[in-house]
């Protein structure tokens, strides 16, 4: 019962084995040990390490046939992207096509980009997609949450167009445009189709912004007559809000502009026990796929074995999905799921003890 309530969720449809298998698989589990695929990876900052070692052990537990190539966070500015990331490590993305990431701090400084914003920027990753499901034997207040937000990842408020009109008084360009909106919409509506799911939901603020989001609407509309299977409806962002506080139920797929999106997927990561456990992952042109965990870099336990590496593991199978290695993330997320479920192993934010080690361990046993 426990492997049939997981892969439900897993795969986000409760028709679960027709979805299951409309995924065309290009590894088995006989001959995928025999191809490896290199796949970037950034450990990040803070608790990065930790947690992406943590990964690294959990793969190799499950013979997964992923080779690391890794890229640290430098400690100079590099002038061709304006940022502590080289151009190497953004390169090595393009070239791989997939890749993992851990959190990142933006060092205190001037005269260089947001380390988040310069790989969503230079890969064109347009589309961020959190998965949001209650963990079986993690009780929150809220039962069976079971949605996926879809924001767009490149434009909004965070086009990062401000200036001063006056002394006092500063003014800060909004931009949304056809092509990433209609871009992020048939995203978000293929999804749903490839994924079993019955309903997109456009979150908005139209009623104010009405030129804006009043554009962001008209795009999402005009894909949605695309797919009549898929019930579409478009919701105020503060009723939005609301009635995922009352009843996340009433939700399937969110799809939103940037700054909205921002806020919503940390409101759904909050219904299932907060940042720590939700995955995460940035679509771009051509295919390319950077999972993340989304939570911060917690410098204050940072090299004191007890970080949650949850969010990254869960990320990590996000990815390995994208590559149509389902069997293998099968496999991880179930040893990660009846880990946190038996309740024998958690770490300190799940109200347990056990250190990062320890945690890694159960998993891996588990496996």
């Known amino acids: 019962m426990m492997g049939t309530q997981i892969l439900r969720r897993l795969l ?16 088995s589990s006989s001959d995928s040990s025999s191809n490896l695929i290199r796949a970037t990876l ?21 013979d997964v046939p992923i080779e690391w190539e ?31 990431k851990g959190p990142m701090a933006t060092p205190i400084g001037k005269g260089h980009r947001s380390l988040n914003l310069t790989l969503r920027k230079e890969l064109n990753l347009y589309a961020n997609v959190r998965p949001c499901y209650s963990l079986p034997g993690y009780k929150t207040r809220y039962d069976d949450v079971d949605l996926i937000t879809i924001r767009e990842n490149t434009e909004g408020e965070y086009s990062g167009l401000e200036h001063q009109v006056v002394r006092g008084v500063v003014e800060s360009l909004k931009i949304i445009t056809r092509q990433a909106s209609l871009r992020v919409a048939e995203y978000a509506f293929h999804y749903a189709k490839t994924h079993g799911r019955e309903r997109v939901s456009a979150i908005h603020k139209a009623n104010i912004m009405q030129k804006t989001d009043g554009l962001f609407l008209k795009c ?23 009635m995922l506080v009352k009843n996340p139920a009433l939700f399937d797929v969110l799809v939103m502009p940037n700054l909205y999106g921002d806020i919503i997927s940390d409101l759904c990561a909050g219904l299932i026990g907060g940042l720590g456990l939700t995955p995460s992952c ?32 869960l990320s990590a199978v996000t990815m390995l999905r ?9 496999q991880i997320q179930n040893a990660i799921l009846n880990t946190i479920s038996e ?25």
């Open 12 to 27: 986000g449809s409760p028709n679960s084995s027709r979805a299951f298998s409309s995924f065309n698989r290009s590894f």
């Open 42 to 62: 950034f450990p990040g900052d803070g608790i990065g390490p930790e947690i992406a070692e943590a990964v690294k052990q959990v793969f190799r537990a499950a």
């Open 70 to 100: 890794e890229h640290y966070v430098g400690d100079q500015i590099d002038p061709r992207t304006q940022s502590f990331l080289t151009w190497e490590s953004l390169e090595s993305v393009r070239q791989n096509g997939v890749g993992l």
């Open 220 to 242: 999402c509309r005009e894909v949605a007559e695309k797919y009549p299977e898929i019930k579409y409806e478009e919701v105020v962002i503060d009723n939005c809000c609301m």
């Open 282 to 313: 940035n679509i771009g042109e051509g295919g390319i796929a950077l999972a993340e965990a989304v939570h911060g870099s917690a410098p204050d336990i940072a090299g004191k074995n007890m970080a949650n590496p949850t969010a990254l593991m």
């Open 322 to 330: 994208h590559l149509k290695l389902h069997d293998k993330a099968d």
């Open 343 to 367: 309740g024998r192993y958690r770490t300190a934010d799940l109200g347990g003890s056990s250190t990062t080690t320890d945690f890694t361990k159960a998993i891996c046993d588990h496996l």
